[in-house]
């Protein structure tokens, strides 16, 4: 199940269970649209991956014991190693290869 963490890895935006703006890769780190577009390229600094929206877990049950309050997200804020240099250097390196052929 995923953590939903609760920030962006980059520039620490909050990013609530219910954002249209997190992004995550196959391993779930989790970062803002803007720095996925602006800075990242849509390469994940730290498996090199892609990014996709991240999904919204619902709030209301419908089915018996699965939603947000059953699940809640995760409150550990995670913040990437790496410097914004260091970053920009990785994606330059992936950033013309398909995410399929990575």
């Given at each position: ?11 620490d ?20 649209r ?5 800075i990242?390229?849509?390469v ?12 919204i877990?619902?709030?209301?049950a ?7 309050t059953?699940?809640p997200?995760?409150s ?22 398909q995410?399929?052929?990575?």
């Open positions: 199940m995923l953590d939903l963490r609760p920030n962006c890895e980059n520039c935006k909050d990013l609530p269970p219910d954002s249209s703006e997190a992004f995550i890769c196959t391993y779930e780190c989790t970062f803002c803007k720095c996925v577009e602006l990242l390229e849509n994940c600094p730290n498996c090199g991956g892609n990014f996709c929206p991240r999904p877990r619902p709030v209301t419908r089915r018996n014991d699965v939603s947000l059953h699940q997200a995760s550990t804020r995670v913040h990437t190693p790496y410097t914004e240099d260091e970053i920009r250097q990785f994606a330059a390196t992936a950033k013309q290869i995410p399929w052929e990575r």
